[in-house]
């Protein structure tokens, strides 16, 4: 009788477990490292992140609704970096917005110079990056491989 409870909850397990599985939608490599780091520590030492691979958890507070090409991901508390990938490759559909997700990619930064001279030579077109955060100088975000959202 014993056996037979066990196996049950096993069964049973595995079956909540598949379920919730479903439950997420995976986008382009996923996510592969087991440990996130928060989104507010990657704000704070930027130095220390600056080319490594790393991963996020939080919320999909914004996302690129013309191509799907980048999502922003927030913690509790309002910080937020944005996760952006390569046109086409990887689609992150509008819906996503207020889905918790996890994304991986390398931690970049580039100078805020660079993206307002951008921004000017585009000058007339409606150009979605626009409302970047900088951080000083600088503009930080992730170079995404991959993502998983809740749905």
Not at 29 to 39: H, M, R
Not at 123 to 147: L, N, R, V
């Amino acid at each position: 009788m014993k056996r037979a409870i066990l196996f049950l909850s096993l069964g049973l397990f595995i079956l909540t477990a598949s379920a919730q599985a479903a439950d997420v939608t995976k986008y382009g490599q996923g996510v592969s490292l087991d440990k996130a780091t928060p989104v507010a520590e990657l704000l704070a030492h930027p130095g220390e992140y600056m080319g490594k691979t790393v991963r996020v958890d939080g919320l999909i507070t914004a996302g690129c609704k013309k191509r799907g090409c980048w999502i922003q991901i927030s913690d509790d508390k309002g910080n937020g970096v944005r996760v952006k990938v390569e046109d086409g490759v990887i689609v992150f559909p509008p819906t996503s917005i207020g889905h918790n997700a996890s994304a991986e990619g390398v931690f970049s930064g580039i100078p805020r110079a660079a993206v307002e001279k951008k921004h000017k030579e585009q000058e007339g077109e409606k150009h979605e990056a626009c409302d970047a955060k900088p951080s000083g100088e600088m503009i930080y975000f992730i170079q995404g491989t991959g993502a998983l959202i809740e749905s």
